[in-house]
C-alpha cells in the first residue's frame, strides 16, 4: 500500500469539475473516478434493434374485444404484477378496469414492448428528436445516469437530436424553465448521486389549466417526447400527459421511468425501482457498523428507523443483509392487526431471552412508517384532531372523556413526552403531525417501562439502554452502485429507443437483472396496465398503486424463516462500504434476486 | 458488470467464519474479503533490524543532570509534542516536570527507541515469550489488527510465544480473565471492525489493591510483557503499571498502543492515533451525501453533530474533507470565549446571507463537545447543580432569581424544550446531563428563532427548514480503511520486537505516514514524555494531556482560510464510501498530511 496524497496540504488530488452546474465543484478521488466510469450496455442496446409489441392485452379500444381484453389485462395483473390490489369480486374489478378503459380511452390495453436483435436495425428513423425530461419527487441515486441513458442513446443513434431537462420537478414543464443538456453539461453528474443537474419537484399536473400548460411547453419546445422520472404517482401522471398529448392528436409522447428508494414501484416487467439497491446498501452499511459496535460494547440496544413511508421493503432488504435482532416489518402489523402494546412485548420478550443469554444488547429495525401501519394509532390520532379542533384542553385531563375508550387506554399507554409531542405539534391545518414523531425513541421509552415491570414481577434481570437512530437522507443522494448505475443508464438508453420508435405512455422496463448487464432485456410496460383507480371526491382517480412487502413473497418467507434465529443468536453479518471495484462491487440486493428466483 | 448472485435465494456467497468468538457469523463478501487482504510491512520490519536509543534526554535519573534533562525534555515536549501544554512560567513547569519524575522514579527520562536495519539480526533473543494485550475504552476501527500485529511478530520471531488476550478491559487484567490468542482464534478478526475479539472496558487500575491485582495476573500468567491498546487515559495507566512492575523488579513490560477516533492522543512521534483515519472518512461519506440531498432539494439546513466529546479533530477532518457551509470547532469557541448566542449570530448570518444569493440550504457541522466549549454553558449548569440541589423549584420560577445576571439571561435564550431538559433530567448525582443535550437541534430551534426575528425586522427573506442528524456509533466500528489496517499491524509489530527486546514504558510509534508503508518508521517513545501533571484532591495526578485542535496548526488554518469561500459558495465535496481496492484505497486524511506536511 501507498498512500496516494491526496491532500498533501492543497487538496492536490481533487479536480475542478470541468463544466456547467457543477463548475464550482472540487470533487474527491472516488467521485473522479466514476465520472469516467464505462458503463456496460445491455446487448441488444450495443447492436441493431428493432421493438416488437407484446402479446393480445394489446387489443384495447376494440369494443368487441373489450371483455376478453379485460380478462387479459386482469390475469395478466394478477400473476404478474405483485402490486395490483387483488379484489375478489370480479364486479368491483370490472368496474375498475372500465374506469381505467375510460380515463385512458387512446392508451387503455396498448401492448407493451420489447427491444429485440434485428439485423437490418430497421426500427431506426433519420429523424431528429426533441426530446425533455423531468425528475419528479425524492432524489434516488442514479437520476443522473437515466439522463445521460437517453442523451447517449440521441448521440449514438438520432444524431443531431437535442435534450431539454426542465428544471425543479413538473413545474419546470408548466412554467417552461428548462436547461438544454449538452455534453459537457451532463459530464460531471455521469455516475454521480443527487438530482442537482436539473433538480426535482413535487408538484402535480392536474388540472385542466395545468395541462394545458404543458401542452404550451410541449407545443413551444416543439417535444418529439418526454421522459417522466418518478414514483407511482409521477408515472400516474406521466400517463395522464401521454393520453392527454394522444388525444389532443399532439406529437409529443412520453415514457416514464420507476424511480424511488423505497422500493414500491415494481411489477414483473418492472422488477425493481432505481435507487433501492444503492440505499439500501449505505443503510445496511451503517447498520452493519453498529452491530459490531453494540457486540463490542456489549451494553446498547440501537433502535433504527430507516427511511421508507409506505412500504418496509427497505427495512427488509436491510434486515436480509444485516441479520439484527429484531425487525418490525409494517404490513405484517397491518395484516395482523398488531397493537403498539404488541410490538412492544415482542420486543421485550427478545429481550428477555437475550439478557437470559447473556446478551444485554443488540439491534432493532424499525420501518419509519411504522405508525402508519397500526390501525388503533390511526384511530387515536384521528379522534385527537376532532377533539382538538373543537376541544379546550384543561389541565385536569376531562378532555380526555372525549376519546374511546380504547383510545384513552393507548393514549394513557404513550409516554409523556409523545403524549405531549401529540397535543402540542400541530401542522397548519391543526393535525397531529404523525410524521415528526420519532418512532424510535417512543418505542425506546415503552421498550424500557415494559422491562421495568418486568424486572420488578423478577423476570428480568438485565440491564437496558437505547440507542436511537434515523437513517434517511443519507441514503438518498449517494454515489450510485455499480447496478444501479448501470440499470439506469440501460432504463434512459431504453426511454430513448422507445421515443425513437414512437412509443408513448410506457414505462421503461429493464429486466433480468440477476443475469450480467449483457443479458439484461430492455423493452416498455403500459403504464395502463399498471393502472388501478381510487374513488376520491366522489370522482375515479387513476393511481398506480404502491408495491408493498407481500407477506407471501420471496424476501419476507425468507427473512420470517430466519429471524429466530437472528433474535437469539448474534448473526450479524456487516456489509461494509459500497465497494466499486473488485469483491461485491456487482452484488445485487437480497430483495431483487428473491424475487427474480422466486419468478423464475 | 455482471450482478454476482450474492444471495441467490440462499445467501450462496457469505461463508461462516471458521472458528472462534465469530463461529456463529456469516460475513458479507466484502468482509470476507477483507479477512485474507494481504497487509504490508514497513520495511524495517520485514528485515533484521536491531533498536537503538534516541538521545541524551534519556539522562533522567541522574540527579547532577536534572536540570540539564528538564530542559531537554522541554524543549522536546515544546518543540515535538503537539499536545504538551505550554506555560510560561518555567517555575510551574519545572514542578511538574520534578513531579513526573517523583511518579515515574524508574522510567522517567529514559530514551526513546527506534528501529534500524541490521545485517546481524543482533537484537532478538531465542526466548519465548508470554505476552498479554488488553483493549482499552471506546472502540476505534483497527484495534483487531494491533493484536494480529502483535501475534505475528511473535510467531515470525518468537516462536512457541504465547499470546494472552484479556477480556473486557483492565477489568480482565484485575480478574484475571483472559483467553489464549491462536492463529485460529485471530483469523476471523483480521481487518475486520470492532472490538469483540477479546472486548474492552472502561476500568482503570487506580488503587493500590487493583495495582496487586494486576501484579497477579503478571505473575500467575508468567508475563514478559503487556500491550496496553487504548487512549490518553489508558496510556497513562499502561506508563503507571510499567513503572510499578518495574519498580517491584518483575519481569513484565508494558508497552502502550495509541488508540482512538477523536484523534486527541498524538505528537510527532506518534503522529495519529488508530480509528481516526476510518471513523472520519466513515463521517464524511455520510455527510458528503447529505450535502448532494441539500443541492438537490434545495429547502434543507442538515446539522450534523459529530461525535468527539473533548477535541474537535473529527469535525475539523470531516470539514477538510466535505467542505461544510458552516463548521464549529470547540477549540475556536473557548478560545475567543464565544457565547451561545454569537454561534447561532454566526450561523444565522451565513444563512441570510446565503438567502440573499438564493441558496436556502446547506451544511452545518458541530462537534459534540461544543456546549462544554462554552464558558457561559458551564457556569449555568453549575449554578443550576447548586440551586436544583437545594431550592425548591417553584412554578412561578422564582428560583431563577438564585442565577447570576448572565445565566439566567442565557437560561432566557435558551429553547424551552432544552430548558426543561436541563430541568428535567439529572443523573444518579441530581447532576444535569450536559451529555443527554442533543446541540443540533438545540441550535436548530436557536437559529428558527433569530431568524424569525431578521424576518420581522426585514432583514431575511428566505425559508428555513432544520434536519438534524448525530453521527458516531456508525464510525466507531466500521471495517478499517486500508491506512489504519496497516498502521495498526505495524503498531502491533512494533509492540512485539519492543516488548521482545526488553523496553517498557513506550508508546508503539510509527512515523512518516504520508510515504508508502514500506517507508513507515518504527520505534517506541517514551510515555513520560508524554507527561503532565495535574493537580487533584490536593495529589499530582500524571495525565497525558489531550491533543486539542490548535489554532495555529496546519489543519485549522486551512480550514480557517478556505471556510468563508466555503460559507458562501457551494464547495461541497463528496467523498463517497470507503474503497479497498483502486482509486482513493490508499489515501490518506487531510489532518495527518497537512500536519506531516508542516513538520516537514
Redesign the interface.
Known amino acids: ?9 492543497d ?1 492536490a ?2 479536480k475542478a469539475a470541468p463544466v456547467a452546474g457543477r463548475l ?11 465520472i469516467d466510469h464505462a ?2 450496455l445491455p446487448s441488444v442496446l450495443r447492436n441493431p434493434f428493432k421493438i416488437v409489441d407484446g402479446p393480445a392485452s394489446s387489443a384495447a379500444g376494440n369494443p368487441g374485444l373489450f371483455l376478453l381484453c379485460f380478462f387479459t389485462s386482469l390475469h395478466f395483473s394478477f400473476y404478474f404484477c405483485l402490486f395490483i390490489y387483488l379484489d375478489p369480486f370480479l364486479i368491483y374489478l370490472n368496474l375498475h378496469a372500465n374506469e381505467i378503459a375510460k380515463l385512458f380511452p387512446h392508451l387503455f390495453g396498448q401492448p407493451s414492448a420489447l427491444l429485440v436483435p434485428d439485423g437490418a436495425d430497421s426500427v431506426r428513423s433519420d429523424q431528429k428528436l426533441k426530446i425533455g425530461v423531468v425528475l419528479s419527487g425524492g ?1 434516488a441515486p442514479g437520476g443522473h445516469n437515466v439522463i445521460s441513458g437517453i442523451f447517449d442513446y440521441l448521440q449514438d443513434l438520432a444524431k443531431g437530436s437535442i435534450l431539454y431537462g426542465f428544471r425543479g420537478g413538473p413545474a419546470g414543464i408548466m412554467k417552461c424553465k428548462y436547461v438544454e443538456l449538452t455534453a459537457d453539461y451532463i459530464y460531471p453528474y455521469r455516475n ?5 443537474m436539473i ?2 419537484g413535487r408538484d402535480k399536473i392536474e388540472t385542466p389549466e395545468q395541462f394545458k400548460q404543458a401542452e404550451e411547453t410541449a407545443v413551444k419546445l416543439d417535444l418529439d417526447g418526454l421522459v417522466v422520472i418518478g414514483g407511482d404517482d409521477s408515472n400516474t401522471n406521466a400517463c395522464l400527459l401521454a393520453e392527454n398529448f394522444r388525444g389532443k392528436n399532439m406529437k409529443t409522447r412520453v415514457i416514464g421511468c420507476p424511480k424511488t428508494i423505497d422500493g414500491d414501484l415494481k411489477c414483473k416487467e418492472v422488477p425493481a425501482s432505481f435507487g433501492f439497491d444503492t440505499a439500501c446498501k ?1 443503510y445496511a ?2 447498520i ?3 452491530m ?2 453494540a ?4 451494553k ?1 440496544y ?1 433502535f433504527v428507523r430507516l427511511m421508507g413511508r409506505a412500504a418496509s421493503h427497505i427495512t427488509l432488504e436491510c434486515a ?2 444485516t ?1 439484527p435482532n429484531i425487525t418490525i416489518i409494517g404490513e405484517e402489523v397491518a395484516a395482523k392487526k398488531l397493537t403498539l402494546k404488541n410490538v412492544t412485548d415482542y420486543m421485550v420478550d427478545v429481550i428477555c431471552k437475550r439478557s437470559e443469554l447473556g446478551y444485554n444488547y443488540g439491534v432493532i429495525l424499525i420501518p419509519e412508517g411504522l405508525i402508519d401501519f397500526i390501525p388503533e394509532v390511526q384511530q387515536l390520532i384521528a379522534e385527537l384532531n376532532e377533539i382538538l379542533a373543537h376541544e379546550i384542553v384543561d389541565e385536569e385531563g376531562l378532555w380526555k372523556k372525549k376519546l374511546t375508550e380504547q383510545s384513552l387506554k393507548l393514549f394513557d399507554f404513550l409516554p409523556q413526552a409523545i403524549q405531549e409531542q401529540l397535543m402540542l405539534e400541530r401542522d397548519p391545518h391543526g393535525n397531529v403531525q404523525v410524521a415528526k414523531i420519532e418512532t424510535e425513541k417512543m418505542l425506546i421509552q415503552m421498550v424500557e417501562t415494559e422491562l421495568e415491570k418486568r424486572k420488578q414481577e423478577g423476570s428480568y434481570k438485565g440491564n437496558f439502554k437505547g ?1 436511537s ?1 434515523f437513517f434517511g ?7 450510485p452502485t ?2 444501479d448505475a ?1 440499470y439506469c443508464y440501460a432504463l434512459g438508453y431504453a426511454a430513448g429507443a422507445l421515443l425513437h420508435s414512437g412509443k408513448t405512455g410506457l414505462i421503461s422496463s429493464v429486466g433480468n ?6 443479458q439484461w432485456t430492455v423493452g416498455g410496460t403500459a403504464l395502463t396496465s399498471l393502472m388501478d383507480v381510487e374513488r376520491r371526491h366522489g370522482k375515479f382517480k387513476p393511481v398506480i398503486k404502491k408495491a408493498m412487502v407481500e407477506l407471501d413473497g ?1 424476501p419476507f418467507k ?1 427473512f420470517a424463516s430466519l429471524r429466530e434465529e437472528w433474535a437469539i ?16 462491487s ?5 430483495t431483487l ?2 424475487e427474480l ?1 422466486a419468478q423464475a
Open positions: 500500500m501507498s498512500p496516494s496524497l491526496v491532500a498533501n496540504g487538496f488530488a481533487v464550482a465543484s472540487v470533487y474527491s478521488e472516488v467521485q473522479n473516478s466514476r458503463l456496460p432524489q454521480q448521486g443527487g438530482f442537482d433538480c426535482s449505505i452499511e451503517m452493519g457498523n453498529v459490531i459496535d457486540r463490542s460494547t456489549g446498547y440501537h436480509l443483509q441479520h440507542q437512530h437522507y443519507e441514503g438518498r443522494c449517494g454515489l455499480n447496478f448501470s437483472l440477476a443475469a450480467p448487464v449483457e420471496a425468507k443468536k448474534n448473526c450479524y453479518i456487516s456489509p461494509g462500504p459500497i465497494q466499486f471495484v473488485g469483491p461485491a456487482n452484488a445485487v440486493n437480497h434476486l428473491l428466483d
